[in-house]
């Protein structure tokens, strides 16, 4: 049974104490702009989704010690402290993290050649319309679930 996320936040193994058995996929979004990180964790509440904000890539690592693996990261490359091309790395290296799968959300890539980190599942250049966002996050998580 795979985990969910109760509604205090924390992760469970047990049975949805909603009754539901619906599960929601957790995202985790790493993004250092407030505003932007927000309203895309809205979004993708809104879609059905579990969605958490890091401010940056040791913010992210350090939320990935206590949560379940998520199924999705979503991912800026330029932050402060940990920038998103050293969390990939950092990402990887860990044996039970590294199959998730890494969207790139940024200014610094564009979608068919980008510069960030080669082994990342797709790239979106910002600003991003909500729908290509969408589109992209339901077949990553598609591909994962099967």
Known sequence: MSPYLAPDGHPSHGADPSGSERRRPLILV??????????????????GFHAVGATNGLHALALLENLPAPELIILDLMMPVMNGWDFNARLKAKPH???????LLSA???RETHTGPQDVAGALQKPVSIDDLLGWVRRLIAR???
């Open 97 to 103: 993290l590294a199959a998730v799968p890494v969207l």
């Open 30 to 47: 790493v993004e250092d702009d407030d505003l932007l990180r927000d309203t895309l964790c809205e979004v993708l509440e809104d879609d």
């Open 144 to 146: 994962r679930q099967r």
């Open 108 to 110: 610094y890539v564009q």
